[in-house]
C-alpha cells in the first residue's frame, strides 16, 4: 500500500480528478476516459473541497489499518461540481450526519501499514456545523 | 453460435458451513467426485474453477491445473475464473459458452471457496478486493458498508420501511428449513432481522449473507457427450455475463442494477423464453437490499418495491415465483466464489425433479442470478427440463 499510495498523493491530498475536454463533465476520482460523452480528452483538475452528503453509515468492524478509527461515518458526497467522492467523515457529532448535511474536505492520517508502521495520508471530510 | 444444446449432465455440491477439517482442495475436489460420478462415462475436456480469494484464504493460487492434477484429469486445459462473487457463474458461462460454440464437448466446473479459516478481519480485507483498491478500500470501506450506504439510499429514495427490508431474508430462512445443504436451517422473523446487531447502519446481521466454506460443481456435455450421460439432465437455454461502472459512486443511478438487468434480458434473449414462463429464480441476496435492487432490475418488481413485493408474499414458496428455493445466500449461505455454482446445482435439482421438500412442484424453467461486486458484473442462466 505504500507505494501505491504515494504515487497517489495527488489524488489523495488534493482531490486531483479528471475533466473532459470536450463535453466539460468532471470526474473523481479521475478517468480515463470520459463517462458522460466517451472522450478520451480529459486532464487532470482539482475538485472543489464543498458537497453534500449523498448517504452515509457508521462501521464498527473495519478493514486491518483502520481499527484505532473504528466507529466512523463513510459517506457518498455529491461535490458541488457534481463529482461523487467516497469518504470518511471526521470531526462530524453523530448529530450532524444527516443526508443532504453540507461538508467540506480535509487531510488527515488515512491508515497506518503493516509492521513498519508507516502512515499515508488523505482526504477526509467533515460536516460543516 | 453453433446449434447444439448444452445438457448439465450431473452435479455435486458440499453442505455449506464449518469444514474445518477440510481444505479448499478437498471440498472442490469433493464436489467434483460427485458430479463426475454422476456420469461416469463422460471424460470432462476442460476445467474451470470460479473462487474469489483462495491465495489470501489458503495462500494458493492455480487452481486449474491443482483440481485438473487431483481428479486423474491432468492433460487438459484448466482455469480458474475470478470475478469476485460472481466467479462461479462467470466460470460457468465460460464453461457454457465453450461447449455451446463446439470446442469442446464437455466440461467441468467448479466453484469453491474457504472463508471458515480466516479471522473476520481478514475475511473483510478479502472481500474488499471486490473493489477498487486505489479509492474504495483506501477509505476503510468494508463490503458490508458500500451495502449499507446502499441500504439506506434505497429506503431514503424509495420510502421502504425496516420490515420489508427484512422480507427477503425472511424467505430465505423459511426455505432453508428444509434444505439439506444450507448453513442456516431455521426460520426468522422480520422482528428476529430488526433487532440483530448493527453491521453497516442500517444494515443489521440478518440482512447479510454469513461466512461458510463450500463446492459446487457440474458437468457440462453438448448432445454427442450426452450419450455418455445416464440421467434426468438440465437444459441450459441461455446465460450472459455483464459488467457495470465498477464502482457505486461512479454510477448515474445507484439504484439501478445495470449489470443485472443487461445480464437478464440477454440471458432471456438467447434462451427465447419470456420471464413470464419463469418457475423459480435463485437471487443473488448477498444483502438484503442486493436482493430488492436485483429483483427490481430483473423487471420482476417495479421501482422500489421489491422489498414491498417481498413482503407480501409475492416471491415466497408456493407463488407464482418462489425465489432461492433452498435459503439463497442469507441461509443456504454465500461461499463467495461457490456461491453461483450453487443457485446451478439448485436449478438442475428443481428441473430434475430432485429438490426433496423443496421441490417446486412441476417446475419447467429457472434462472440463476449471480453478482460481483455491488452489481459491478453479474452473471444470469436460463435452464430447462431437458425433453
Known amino acids: ?129 | 453460435m453453433a446449434k447444439s444444446k448444452v445438457y448439465i449432465a450431473s452435479a455435486g455440491l458440499t453442505k455449506i458451513g464449518d469444514h474445518w477439517g477440510k481444505s479448499l482442495p478437498d471440498l472442490a475436489v469433493e464436489a467434483s467426485r460427485m458430479a463426475l460420478k454422476g456420469a461416469p462415462r463422460v471424460k470432462p475436456q476442460q476445467i474451470l474453477v470460479g473462487n474469489m480469494f483462495s491465495a489470501i484464504g489458503a495462500g494458493q493460487e492455480h487452481l486449474g491445473a491443482l483440481l485438473a492434477s487431483a481428479l486423474g484429469l491432468s492433460g487438459i486445459p484448466a482455469f480458474k475464473v475470478e470475478a469476485a462473487c460472481s466467479s462461479g457463474g462467470s466460470a460457468f458461462n465460460l464453461g457454457y459458452s465453450l461447449v455451446k460454440c463446439g470446442a469442446i464437448d464437455s466440461a467441468l466446473v467448479v466453484g469453491v471457496e474457504k472463508m471458515r479459516d480466516l479471522e473476520p478481519e481478514e475475511v473483510s480485507q478479502a472481500l474488499s478486493m471486490a473493489e477498487s483498491a486505489e479509492y474504495t478500500q483506501f477509505v476503510g470501506a468494508t463490503f458490508a458498508a458500500l451495502n449499507g450506504l446502499l441500504a439506506r439510499y434505497y429506503m431514503e429514495q424509495m420510502n421502504v420501511s425496516r420490515d420489508e427490508l427484512s422480507s427477503i431474508p425472511v424467505i430465505d430462512h423459511a426455505n432453508a428449513v428444509t434444505a439439506e445443504h444450507a448453513q442456516f436451517r431455521k426460520a426468522i422473523t422480520a422482528d428476529v432481522v430488526s433487532r440483530s446487531s448493527m453491521i453497516a447502519d442500517p444494515l443489521r446481521l440478518f440482512d447479510c449473507a454469513p461466512v461458510g466454506d463450500g463446492a459446487a460443481a457440474v458437468l457440462l456435455v453438448n448432445e454427442k457427450a450426452a450419450s455418455g450421460a445416464r440421467k434426468a439432465m438440465t437444459e441450459v437455454l441461455g446465460g450472459q455475463v455483464s459488467t457495470a461502472e465498477f464502482s457505486l459512486y461512479e454510477r448515474d443511478d445507484m439504484l439501478d442494477f445495470k449489470a443485472t438487468r443487461h445480464a437478464f434480458r440477454g440471458a432471456m434473449q438467447r434462451a427465447g423464453l419470456s420471464p413470464k414462463k419463469l418457475d423459480l429464480l435463485e437471487v443473488h441476496d448477498a444483502f438484503s437490499v442486493v436482493g430488492a435492487l436485483s429483483l427490481e432490475a430483473m423487471g420482476f418488481s417495479k421501482k422500489g418495491m421489491g422489498a414491498r413485493d417481498a413482503k407480501e408474499g409475492k416471491y415466497s414458496r408456493g407463488s407464482d415465483l418462489p425465489i432461492n428455493t433452498f435459503g439463497g445466500l442469507k441461509a443456504r449461505g454465500h461461499p463467495v466464489g461457490a456461491t453461483g455454482m450453487y443457485q446451478i446445482v439448485e436449478a438442475h435439482m428443481q428441473l430434475t425433479d430432485r429438490a426433496g421438500e423443496n421441490q417446486v412442484e412441476g417446475a419447467r424453467y429457472a434462472a440463476t442470478q449471480n453478482i460481483g461486486g455491488v452489481d459491478s458484473t453479474s452473471a444470469v442462466h436460463v435452464f430447462g427440463r431437458a425433453s
Open chain 1, 1 to 129: 500500500m505504500t507505494i501505491q499510495s504515494w504515487r497517489l498523493r495527488d489524488r489523495y491530498y488534493r482531490l486531483l480528478g479528471s475533466k473532459c475536454e470536450d463535453c466539460g463533465d468532471e470526474f473523481f476520482p479521475p478517468v480515463y476516459r470520459c463517462r458522460g460523452c466517451g472522450s478520451e480528452r480529459v486532464k487532470d483538475k482539482q475538485m472543489p473541497q464543498t458537497g453534500k452528503i449523498i448517504t452515509y453509515t457508521k462501521l464498527h468492524e473495519t478493514l486491518p489499518g483502520f481499527e484505532a478509527q473504528a466507529p466512523f461515518f463513510l459517506a457518498l458526497v455529491r461535490l458541488e461540481n457534481g463529482a461523487k467522492v467516497l469518504t470518511q467523515l471526521v470531526d462530524s457529532p453523530d448529530e450532524l450526519v444527516k443526508t443532504g448535511a453540507k461538508v467540506r474536505a480535509t487531510v488527515r492520517r488515512a491508515r497506518v501499514d503493516g509492521e513498519s508502521g508507516q502512515i499515508t495520508y488523505g482526504y477526509k471530510f467533515i460536516v460543516a456545523s
